[in-house]
């Protein structure tokens, strides 16, 4: 059963031209008990998982990524959790010449057990923006393991009655979703209330109903009357383009129809929306092979090319999910993927990394993390190879720490 649930934002099912997609697919989604069993057995592991806690660590002989460069050979201290400048009588782990980076984050993730938290983990992902969850248990089941990687979520995504990510799973009861802007307060508050940190809304693709753009405009005023960010799903042309005139400050996904081009991209940079374009879900639909038989991977490619370009940030996320069939995504290992991706798209291997530490901390305000750098939390990758001469690098995993707690395959579950 842990493996059968997703609230996922699942841009297959807004694809153009795939005309009934909610049944395709519903088998796939757990009822809503299902779920609460899901959370309850989140929560059990929570509670029998044994951690130790962090240790006085001196990391030796590691280059540092700085968010820029490799430093030169040095030591990295840990105490309390944190990188300080010094610790006595650390325990010495020989970093043996490796790299390492600022544990990594996947901006767009949909994990719904510790299973893949652990994941998540083994893979030096740290940090996991959760898209959404329905019911909240299920995130909050996620949430306060430590040792294991530390996930902000979005709440219930904003949707329109009938839309298809209304209709996804057990389907979002129709008192939650949205008819009008004068919604949007209470909507917001809602989410804040069950512990999000941001929002999510969806902007659906051409052929479902969708939010109203005047609502759209209203669920972004609100969120920043909040004080929390926008994370907006668009995955055709059209809904980027409504994405950008609610002023969202995320743009998740990419279109799968038309490139980017300069009309778009020229609203990115002027209103400072950055991207998340998932490249390794498009991927992962090209090699699914989807029911149309169209493919969005190379138009998606495209698009992160082009907004990579014209500078506009760009976050590493990846859509990974366990929504059973040929469009699951491994939590983790899919990062990796999707670093190499974005280099194939142009990004050059140090703004790759950027994407998954330093940019994707700064532009979901975690502040605490991000960069090797004392009073950060000690989210640490050690690797074996040189990231910045080949990016496939980062896969090359020796150790993984995770709030100062050095990650090792856990027993006690
Ligand atoms: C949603 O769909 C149901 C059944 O198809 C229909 O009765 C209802 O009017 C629709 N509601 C909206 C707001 O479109
Ligand atoms: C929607 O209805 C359910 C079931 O009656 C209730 O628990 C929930 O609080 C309602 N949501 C809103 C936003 O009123
Ligand atoms: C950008 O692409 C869209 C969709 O193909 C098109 O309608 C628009 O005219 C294009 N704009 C420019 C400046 O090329
Ligand atoms: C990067 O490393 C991978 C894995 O070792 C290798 O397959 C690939 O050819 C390398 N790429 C370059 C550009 O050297």
Redesign the pocket.
């Known amino acids: 059963m842990l493996n059968t649930l997703t609230f996922i934002a699942f841009l297959l099912l807004a694809l153009p031209g795939h005309s009934c997609p909610h049944v395709e697919h519903s088998r796939s989604f757990p009822s809503y008990n299902d779920a609460l069993e899901i959370a309850r057995s989140n929560n059990e592991r929570r509670v029998t998982r044994q951690v130790s806690a962090p240790a006085k660590t001196a990391i030796t002989n590691v280059r540092v990524f700085d968010g820029e460069k490799l430093l030169p050979l040095s030591t990295v201290f840990i105490e309390g959790g944190v990188i300080v400048p010094y610790a006595s009588e650390a325990t010495v782990v020989d970093g043996n010449g490796g790299v390492l980076l600022s544990g990594l984050i996947d901006a767009h993730s949909h994990p719904v057990s510790v299973e893949h938290l652990e994941n998540f983990a083994s893979y030096g992902v740290t940090t996991a923006m959760v898209m959404g969850c329905y019911p909240y248990d299920i995130c909050h089941s996620l949430q306060n393991h430590p040792g294991l990687t530390d996930i902000r979520f979005a709440g219930q995504g904003a949707v329109a009655p009938n839309s298809t990510h209304a209709l996804l799973g057990a389907g979002v009861p129709l008192n939650e979703t949205i008819t009008s802007p004068s919604q949007a307060p209470d909507f917001i508050a809602r989410q804040l209330e069950a512990g999000a940190t941001f929002i999510k809304m969806i902007a659906e693709d051409v052929g479902s109903p969708t939010l109203s753009q005047e609502t759209m405009n209203a669920l972004v005023v609100a969120a920043h009357a909040k004080g929390v960010r926008v994370a907006c799903h668009a995955a055709d042309?059209s809904a980027v383009d409504r994405a950008l005139t609610a002023q969202t400050d995320q743009s998740h996904h990419v279109p799968n129809?038309?490139?980017?081009?300069?009309?778009?991209i020229s609203r990115f940079v002027a209103q400072n929306t950055i991207s998340v374009p998932t490249l390794s879900i498009f991927l992962q639909f090209d090699i699914g092979g989807r029911p149309d038989g169209a493919h969005g991977f190379d138009v998606a490619t495209a698009s992160a090319g082009a907004l990579n370009a014209a500078k506009v940030p760009i976050l590493a996320g990846t859509d990974a999910n366990n929504v059973p069939g040929p469009f699951s995504l491994a939590f983790g290992s899919s990062l990796h993927t999707e670093l190499e991706l974005l280099v194939q798209a142009g990004l050059s291997t140090v703004e790759a990394l950027r994407s998954a530490t330093v940019l994707a901390a700064q532009h979901n305000l975690l502040f605490d993390r991000g960069v090797v750098a004392s009073g950060m939390r000690a989210d640490l990758l050690l690797i074996s190879g040189d990231p910045i001469a080949n990016i496939s690098a980062t896969r090359d995993i020796q150790r993984v720490w995770i709030g100062g707690v050095e990650y090792t395959t856990v027993s006690g579950n």
Not at 257 to 264: G, I
């Open positions: 042309y129809d038309f490139p980017l081009n300069s009309s778009l």
